[in-house]
């Protein structure tokens, strides 16, 4: 079963934090031929085992373990795509933490699970679920939590897209409403690495380590702060589109749909043939060329 794959805009992040570390990451994305067309692409995709591994090249060679920290205070609401607009022109952070986590799945999918966002109300919402946030998660009434799927088993291969995703939620939030102090604390699932003493140099909270889970919880007061970009027309109008794209996402894609989503991993500065293409979908490439014909659509290489 294939991992998942992630929009190319989270290699822009990685890109943005190699610079902030003063290192040029160009040999490291020769090795993994992406080009400046690739990443200009809305729809180009890398699959997640590259993208770990890219990562962990990174980190070899800035010798710093704590790349994925940097990553996330490189993280803008434009890099998590729709959800991150959709954010950003949301009315108050309760509204903008819904939006991350409902339309994560338009910019990456992986088959570990999907993030998700909760506020805990002792009333109002399913008790077990109440009980739950707060006996595992310590999520108090009326607090918020922003969660992370697990990826265990924890390597040198995977912590940075943990720290990245958590300390990338912490900078869009604190972009989002102009406050620095939403956040209640950081959790992570994983022990305390060996660069334990950097999280406090991005986290302005508490952070713990052998959690239950990656979350962030949000204080309650925070829910109702307002976005300084709010605009309910924008707003509405990005939420019209992509609940048509999220629909098609839950419902299952179109054959030539699906062959997008496969040649996005194979670009290396030219188009993949179709025998690249077929062996990917684990089909004949006859059988490729005639779904997409009946579709309505033809196998290019332009």
Known sequence: MKLGDISVSYIEIVIK??????????????????????????DARVTIPKFMRLGHDCIEKSQAP???????EMTTATN????????LSSQ????????????????KYNSRGQSAFYVNHAFGM????????????????????????????????????????LSGWYQVIKN???????????CFEFPAPE?????????????AFNQSNNYLVIKAQA??????????????????????????????????????????????GTTPTLEQVSEQLNMAPWTVRRKLVEEGEVFSRR
């Open 223 to 268: 829910l109702d702060w307002a976005c300084l970009n709010r605009s309910a027309p924008t707003f509405e109008l990005l939420r019209r589109s992509a609940d048509a794209e999220l629909e098609k996402v839950r419902l299952g894609l179109s054959f030539h749909e699906k062959v997008s989503r496969v040649i996005g991993p194979l670009l290396d």
């Open 17 to 42: 934090a190699m610079l902030q570390l003063g290192i040029n990451p160009d040999d490291i994305l020769d090795k993994y031929s992406i080009d400046h067309k690739a990443l200009s692409s809305p």
């Open 195 to 207: 660069y334990a003493d950097k999280y406090s140099e991005y986290f302005n909270c508490n952070v």
């Open 80 to 87: 998590l795509g729709v959800a991150g607009l959709l954010a």
């Open 66 to 72: 704590w790349l994925g920290l940097v990553m996330g």
């Open 92 to 107: 108050d952070l309760k509204q903008a933490c819904e939006q991350l986590a409902t339309y994560e799945l338009l910019n």
């Open 176 to 186: 989002l409403t102009g406050h620095e102090g939403a956040i209640e604390k950081v």
């Open 126 to 165: 399913e008790m077990g679920k109440s009980r739950e946030l707060c006996r595992e998660y310590g999520i108090e009434d009326g607090q918020g939590v922003l969660m992370f799927y697990s990826i265990n088993p924890y390597n040198e291969f995977n912590h940075f897209v943990v720290d990245s995703v």
